[in-house]
Every structure is written in structure tokens, then in C-alpha cells.
């Protein structure tokens, strides 16, 4: 992954497949319990299918319209991409040897597995030859092509088989190669009666059916072959925003022609004939390296269904249940008594070693007290069953004044969305969508109470999405205050969302695309400062991506100033760590472990007064200059002290799950000869009990 000599930055694409090389090795570590090793091959798929629909996407367009244009890394647009699918064929070939040699046989030894059509029985193979006959012929199409069946229309990610045939059919035509789309309403993976399995837990491929009986679809014809492919399309929205009137209806027009934009990837079958490989590509104008062959389902986030079967907890993690941490963890008498709570100390919040449950109970309490005269907030993601926006509806509909700035141009998430949009109008509520070419990424609620004849605000501001799902998964810091300067600022934030005027100062929160960048900038250069002076000087940074060029060279900076600089970057990283001369005083981790780290961190020694923020924001162009996000001060110097210990004390110490980075942008595990040391663990026993 060497980078341009002429760069001090490193290839974004390269960085990221980094990032999923570090997750396979969770699935390749013989220490990881063996369903959750399947789980991490499945979201490397996952992972990768969107770096296709976003990342290659973006590198062809970047070929086509700006060919000549060295990148940021040093490259031209066609260099980068040749590096990138390079990297990317050798991921996905030690992808699918993982599977299919080590981690599926090994479950096999355990009872639960795909059964293959070369070992299937007899028993076994008319089981699926009824199923077939029953449940999949009937609703599939083939298409023989010819000048008046023209190659279908194909769905992104869709299931497809390319079918060889030779003989006459009923009109004497002479057909040779016939299209079968696998219907999107069909399982792709199928359970098997134990009984015929022979197993406690089997399985069989839809795309195991569909190629060995593929001969019922077209009788009297002899079928040469039968082999599965997948095409991957370019899945970027692109809505003028500066153009449209109506963003909703804007987006929900584009949304509907995601999945048929431009071809980026071909997936076939390892046995597929050179000629239909041929063929396949000069259909979806893609060339050799553009096309993937596997050796087993050329969908693999489909196997997913297999590491939840249940009875099988000896091969998943430990299970762990978040608790709710004082002073939530007992029952108030009265609403009232919930902000009386938050009135006398701000509360820290770290998912998913605490619950999620307070900030739905400040919803609920908000909801519920007569005192309450309006709810706001902010919705990035959030999920199609949401208890949260189920609170917020409640709220509206027993009049309370709710404004949720909705944001639609959330990635994958547009049409859920657009969705929880609807339903909030219909009760009432002021539904905005925040700012036209800054998307909201900023995580907040501001409850308005009346009290005392006057109102007082209580706020949760967070780190992570409104998603009581990923809260589970996703490593994030929430807060819940009542500091009328942090409240305050948040009313001016809102006000700024939902209606117009100029920028208002704030007091004590940073917010991009105003002040975050160039208040980052300034503390960066306060430190490098001191370090000139012979001060100590200290830096410590977490987030899940650091690209924006000006912040990586005011770090090479800090660090050619003897500033210590700590940086704990969970996936792309641009800047070039431990470079004499540049950046020997930098040092990158990335921690891959049971959760997803996704808490975004700041912190300055500051001469002594330590400054601590947490944010929404990582550090990247898009965060700093196109997105409406905050960073929040941590003021309580106890919650201070434990943000500092648990984003960056303990991960520091980690020699489990974590990686280091080398000047050229690659990574080796960090092992010391100390006692073992794994944060989730860590933090787990600490704040959970476990």
C-alpha cells in the first residue's frame, strides 16, 4: 500500500480496505467464537458492497471527467484505481478461502451448515427437488435471449443466473444462452428439516436449487451449464439541491432508480466459461479487472441468517446486557424528578457498555410531564421500528410542540427517513429538513420545560445516531445536561436548522460548518505552540476517520514541534504516522473488536486545563465544510477525568484488539509482553459488572 513518493497523504481507498482487512482478521483469529467469525466474513460483504456503490463509483467518475487530476495521494484518478481493485481481488480471494476452507467446515463439525449439492443425498436432493417444484419454479422467468427478449433490466446486488443451452425449443427457435433472475421475495438461504439434514442446523442455497434443477425451466432444450452472478451499481444519490423545490419528492423520484445505475463490479461463479464471462462484461460495459470470481454464494452478507440460529451460545460472544447506570437505575416518582436529576449534575452516557434506556426515558419524560412545552430534535438515522420516534409521535399528538430536523439524505437510510417524515406531519409535528447542501449529522435533543413561570431547557447531545439497535453495537458517548449556555446554544442551533438569518455566535459549542474546523486548527496550533516554548504539550484524538488535509498537516506540525500526539482512527486514515522528519511523533491505532468504535473524541492538554470534547464529527472535508455538526465541550470535571480514561487511557493500554500503523500506511496488531489487556473487555467489566 505504498503511497505516491511525491504525497504525505495516503490513498482513502486503500486505507479503507485496510480497515476491512483488520475485520476479516476477526474472523480469522481461531480465538473468536466460530458463528461470530462468520458474522465478521458477512459484514467484510456488507462493507464491501457499499465501497463499490460509493468508493469505485467515485474513482470511475473521477477517470472519466477529471483523467489528469493528481488526488490528494499523489495519484491520478487511473493509478488510484488500479491499486484499489488490485487490493481488493486479494482481499476477497483470502474472503472466500477463509469461508469455504476453515470457517463453514468448521461448522459443519458442529451441526449447523450449508448443505452442498455434492454431498447432498438422496434423501437431501428430492427434498429440494419438491421444494424447488413447489416454492421457486413457479416464480421464475427465464429469458431466452434473442432479438425480441432483449438482456433484462437487472437490480442492483440481484441474484441472476447465466444459463447455457443447445436444441430447438417449441417454435424451432435455437436458442443458447437464457437469463434466470432469482425473485427478490424468495429466502436465499433455506433451513432444512432436521430430519433430512442429517444435522441440527442445515441449510441449502437458493442458488443451489436453481442451478441443479435449472433444467425444469426449460424442457426439451439441453442445458449446457448453469452459473450465478451478481452485478454491483453505482448507488451514490445525486439531487440538486440548489435546484429542486421539494427535497422530499425530489429524493423519493431518485431513490427509485438507485438500483439501476452504472455497473461498477461483476461477481460470477469461479466455474463460469471465459465466453460468458466475456459476455457478461461487454453487457455492463466492465473489463477483467472490474470482475470477481468466488467459490461460494456471490452474495456472502446472505449468510448472516446462519449466526443467529438459536442454542448455539458456545459459539457466540458472551452475552452481555448493558446496564442502566445511577442515578437512572431506579425508578422516579414523577417526570419531574427525571430533570430534577439532570438539573443537579450533567450525566454521562457510554453505549454499549450502559443502556440506552435513559435517553429514551428523557424522551418519555418529556412526553409525559404536563411541565414539558416542546420537544426538539435532531434525526440521522434511526430505524424502521423506532421506539424514540414512536415517543415523539405520542408527544405530538398530546400537543406538546415537537420539531424533529429529519435529515433525507442519509445514506441507505433516505426511505426510512422520508418514512418517519410522513407520520410526524400527520400528527402535527414540524417536520424540517434541515439545510440544503449541509447534510445534519449533529446529535441533539433540547426538551423545553416551563418552570417557575419561566423555561429551562435540558439537552442530550451524543456522538452516536438515535438507534437503539447499533446503541447495542456502536461505542458512543452521550450527555445529558441542563448548562443553560450548552441548552441555549443548542435553541440557537435549531433555530438556524428550521428557519433563516444570520450566524449566531455560541457560547460553548463548536459547530461545523462555522467554527469546529477552525476551533480544531486553533488548539492544534495552541499545542504545537507550547511545545515551541519547551511546554508540555499533548494531543488525543478518536474518531472513526481522519482525511481533511489542512488538520493532517497541522498535526505533521504539532509533531515536527515535539507535540505527543495519540490518534485512534477506527477506519480511513490519511495521514502518515511515525515518518522521521514529518510525523515520528504521531502515533495511529485502529481498535477492531466485539463492538463497532464509533465515538468521536477530542482532546488538548491545554497548559494543564485539559479541554474535552465530544462530537458527531469526524475529522474529514465533508464533516468540517458540508455537514451541520457539533462539538461538545465536557465541562464536569469528573465526567471529564472518565471520557479521558475510557476513549483513551484504556484504548491506549489495548494489546488485543489493536493495530498499528506503519508509515505506509499499513497495520500490525500490537502485542506486549504485559499482562493481556482488551478494552472491550475492560469497559465492560468496569461499567457493565461483568
Known amino acids: 500500500m505504498l503511497p505516491s513518493p511525491d504525497s504525505t497523504l495516503l490513498n482513502r481507498e486503500l ?86 476452507a476453515d470457517v463453514l467446515p468448521k461448522l459443519m463439525d458442529e451441526g449447523i451448515g450449508l448443505l452442498l449439492t455434492a454431498h447432498w443425498t438422496q434423501a437431501q436432493r428430492e427434498w429440494a427437488y419438491q ?147 466475456r459476455f457478461l462484461q461487454s453487457e455492463f460495459s466492465l473489463e477483467a479487472p472490474d470482475t470477481y470470481r468466488v467459490s461460494g454464494p456471490v452474495n456472502l452478507s446472505r449468510l448472516m441468517q446462519l449466526c443467529n440460529v438459536p442454542d448455539r451460545p458456545d459459539l457466540l460472544f458472551a452475552d452481555y446486557r448493558a446496564p442502566i447506570p445511577a442515578p437512572f437505575d431506579s425508578s422516579f416518582e414523577s417526570p419531574a424528578q427525571f430533570f430534577d436529576t439532570i438539573a443537579r449534575k450533567d450525566q454521562l452516557l457510554h453505549h454499549p457498555y450502559q443502556s440506552f434506556q435513559p435517553v429514551l426515558s428523557f424522551l418519555r419524560a418529556a412526553a409525559a410531564d404536563p411541565a414539558v412545552v416542546g420537544i426538539k430534535q435532531t434525526i440521522y438515522r434511526t430505524g ?103 441548552c441555549e446554544d443548542m435553541d440557537k442551533v435549531f433555530s438556524m436548522l428550521t428557519g433563516l438569518g444570520a450566524w449566531r455566535p455560541l457560547k460553548q459549542l463548536l459547530q461545523s460548518p462555522f467554527t469546529l474546523h477552525d476551533s480544531m486548527m486553533d488548539r492544534i496550533q495552541a499545542e504545537t505552540e507550547r511545545a515551541l516554548a519547551g511546554q508540555k504539550a499533548r494531543i488525543m484524538a478518536k474518531m472513526n476517520s481522519l482525511l481533511e488535509p489542512k488538520i493532517i498537516q497541522a498535526l505533521y506540525d504539532a509533531s515536527q514541534a515535539g507535540v505527543r500526539v495519540d490518534l485512534i482512527v477506527r477506519g480511513a486514515c490519511a495521514l502518515r504516522a511515525g515518518v522521521p522528519g514529518l510525523s515520528e511523533n504521531i502515533q495511529v491505532r485502529s481498535i477492531i473488536g466485539r463492538f463497532l468504535e464509533h465515538s468521536r473524541v477530542f482532546y488538548f492538554y491545554n497548559g494543564g486545563q485539559e479541554e474535552v470534547f465530544i462530537s458527531s464529527a469526524d475529522w474529514m472535508d465533508r464533516n468540517f465544510f458540508r455537514r451541520v455538526e457539533l462539538g461538545v465541550p465536557v465541562l464536569d470535571r469528573s465526567l471529564k477525568r472518565r471520557v479521558i480514561a475510557e476513549a483513551f487511557t484504556y484504548a491506549l493500554r489495548d494489546n488485543q484488539l489493536s493495530w498499528k500503523a506503519s508509515p505506509d500506511g499499513t497495520y500490525n496488531r500490537i502485542r506486549s509482553r504485559g499482562a493481556p489487556f482488551n478494552l472491550h473487555q475492560h469497559l465492560m467489566q468496569r461499567l457493565g459488572g461483568v
Not at 464491501?48 to 472519466?64: C, G, M, W
Open 15 to 100: 486505507s479503507l480496505l485496510k480497515f476491512n482487512e483488520r475485520v476479516l482478521a476477526m474472523a480469522e483469529n481461531s480465538t473468536t467464537p466460530l458463528l461470530e467469525r462468520l458474522r465478521y466474513i458477512c459484514i467484510v460483504s456488507s462493507n464491501l458492497d457499499e465501497f463499490f456503490e460509493i468508493r469505485i463509483s467515485s474513482l470511475k467518475e473521477q477517470i472519466l471527467q477529471n483523467p489528469h487530476q493528481v488526488g490528494d495521494d499523489g495519484f491520478l484518478p487511473q493509478q488510484a484505481f488500479d491499486k484499489v481493485q488490485a487490493a481488493t481481488h486479494q482481499l476477497i480471494d483470502r474472503q472466500n478461502e477463509l469461508l469455504m
Open 131 to 277: 421444494t424447488f417444484m413447489r416454492d421457486v419454479m413457479p416464480l421464475l422467468t427465464p429469458i431466452g435471449l434473442d432479438p425480441a427478449h432483449p438482456f433484462p433490466r437487472v437490480y442492483n446486488k440481484s441474484l441472476n443466473y447465466i444459463v447455457e443451452l443447445s436444441g430447438e425449443d417449441a417454435f424451432g427457435r435455437t436458442g443458447t444462452i437464457a437469463i434466470v433472475q432469482a425473485p427478490r421475495a424468495l429466502p436465499r438461504v433455506i433451513r432444512v428439516p432436521d430430519d433430512i439434514a442429517g444435522i441440527p442446523q442445515g441449510y441449502m442455497l437458493l442458488t443451489s436449487l436453481i442451478s441443479v434443477f435449472v433444467q425444469e425451466l426449460f424442457p426439451g432444450m439441453d442445458v449446457k451449464g448453469c452459473y450465478q452472478w451478481r452485478v454491483t451499481r453505482n448507488s451514490d444519490l445525486f439531487v440538486d439541491e440548489e435546484e429542486v423545490t421539494n427535497l422530499r419528492a425530489a429524493l423519493q423520484g431518485e431513490l427509485s432508480q438507485r438500483n439501476f445505475g452504472a455497473a461498477v463490479r461483476l461477481e460470477i461463479d469461479h466455474s463460469m466459461p471465459e465466453r460468458l464471462e
Open 384 to 486: 424502521e421500528d423506532s421506539e424514540l420516534m414512536n415517543i415523539l409521535l405520542s408527544a405530538a399528538r398530546a400537543g406538546k410542540e415537537v420539531t424533529v430536523v429529519v435529515e433525507l439524505m442519509a445514506r441507505f437510510d433516505e426511505q426510512t427517513n422520508i418514512n418517519w417524515a410522513a407520520k410526524l406531519e400527520e400528527v402535527g409535528a414540524h417536520v424540517s429538513y434541515g439545510v440544503v447542501g449541509h447534510k445534519t449529522h449533529a446529535k441533539m435533543v433540547l426538551v423545553l420545560r416551563r418552570e417557575a413561570g419561566v423555561i429551562r431547557r435540558y439537552g442530550h447531545l451524543g456522538t452516536g445516531n438515535y438507534h437503539p439497535r447499533t446503541a447495542r453495537l456502536y461505542t458512543d458517548f452521550g450527555l445529558l445536561t441542563a448548562n443553560q449556555e450548552v
